[in-house]
């Protein structure tokens, strides 16, 4: 059974590096893995999405290793407002499933 | 751009009622989702469209649940009838294709008394 693996809750303070990593069982070959940031009361939003090695926006870096079983979402500097959960997605198995993972809540504290 | 559009935002009913859910998605996005988010978990996918053709129902509990998308844009989701297991939010997304890339509606939260 394909299942993402993403820590349930992490704390931070401002202005530090928080790292989030997602493990990936079954991922589909030719996939993406996305990374989605949800406040409460709202939907989810795409942050960033990679294939392999290291992609960078302005909000955030993704890093896949090779083997591509796990991913890391890595938000720089962090603030209040970076306060939600995050969620890995990805594709598993054949049949290109949609994967989510539980989901991580980080809280930015001052 | 317009995002995508849900309605209604809040909806409140007993067990055995029925309820639908209306969902505009961004336009000239091929693919629609309907996910179902309950408190404290995951979206957890109900059913893809690809166009007005489904592409997975897999996880939609096809004895209460039905969606449809009509001429491969608007989309309703019904619950008939409705559980209190039911009570999450219902969260409709649409992409261009068939892509991790989605854009989400602020949703609609359902509460079955």
């Known amino acids: 059974l394909a299942k993402t693996t993403q820590p349930i809750s992490m704390d931070s303070y401002e202005g530090q590096e928080v790292n989030i990593t997602c493990s990936h069982n079954?991922?589909?070959?030719?996939?993406?893995i996305t990374w989605y940031q949800q406040f409460p009361s709202q939907g989810p939003r795409f942050i960033i999405q990679g294939y392999k090695t290291k992609v960078t926006n302005e909000v955030a870096s993704l890093f896949i290793p090779a083997d591509r079983k796990s991913s890391t979402l890595s938000l720089p500097r962090v603030s209040l407002s970076d306060t939600a959960v995050y969620y890995c997605?990805?594709?598993?198995?054949?049949?290109?499933?949609?994967?989510w993972g539980l989901g991580t809540s980080l809280a930015v504290n001052p | 751009e317009a995002g995508v559009a849900q309605s209604p935002r809040y909806k409140i009913i007993e067990k055995r009622q029925s309820v639908a859910f209306w969902c505009n998605p961004i336009s000239g996005h091929a693919t629609l989702y309907w996910y179902q988010q309950i408190l404290g978990q995951g979206p957890k996918l109900l059913i893809q469209?690809?166009?007005?053709?489904?592409?997975?129902d897999s996880q939609l509990p096809k004895d209460r649940f039905s969606a449809e998308r009509l001429k491969g844009v608007d989309s309703t989701l019904k619950i008939q009838p409705a559980k209190l297991e039911d009570s999450a939010v219902y969260l409709c997304a649409s992409s261009l294709e068939d892509r991790n890339e989605q854009y989400f509606g602020p949703g609609t939260r359902l509460t079955v008394t």
């Open positions: 469209f690809q166009n007005n053709g489904v592409v997975d």
């Open positions: 079954n991922i589909a070959t030719n996939d993406y």
């Open positions: 997605l990805e594709r598993a198995g054949n049949n290109r499933k949609l994967i």
